[in-house]
Nanobody, 123 residues
Framework: QSQVVEFGGGLVQPGGSLRLSCSAS????????IAWFRQAPGKEREGVSC????????NYADSVKGRFTISRGNAKNTVYLQMNKLKPEDTAVYYC????????????????WGLGTQVTVSS
């Protein structure tokens, strides 16, 4: 069964860092534009970042610019979201989504969604 899976969530203190990973089984992420979303309790899901297939186009939400970095792994079947200078308002479930091809970043629709990984920023 083809799916994407997120790894790397956890509890971190304000100002700390985490690196999330998005991996695929059953297909290769090379051919997919990848986006990270997050959803905090009681809030709507929001787009955080995206990266195109070649890795030369990235976009970030204003709330995370300068703190988060999206990248493709050397093996290219993993996409990372490096999160630095974390704030309590970054607390959310983070989701990875994959859209086939080199569409807009972020794409308008997605072929695969992960189940999410919890990130909690608290002292």
């Amino acid at each position: 069964q083809s799916q994407v899976v997120e790894f790397g969530g956890g509890l971190v203190q304000p100002g700390g860092s985490l690196r999330l990973s998005c991996s695929a089984s059953g297909f290769t992420l090379n051919y997919y534009t990848i986006a990270w979303f997050r959803q905090a309790p009681g809030k709507e899901r929001e787009g955080v970042s995206c990266i195109n297939t070649s890795g030369d186009v990235t976009n970030y939400a204003d709330s995370v610019k300068g703190r988060f970095t999206i990248s493709r792994g050397n093996a290219k079947n993993t996409v990372y979201l490096q999160m630095n200078k974390l704030k309590p308002e970054d607390t959310a479930v983070y989701y990875c989504a994959a859209s086939y091809g080199d569409s807009d970043c972020p794409p308008g629709k997605y072929d695969y969604w992960g189940l999410g990984t919890q990130v909690t920023v608290s002292s």
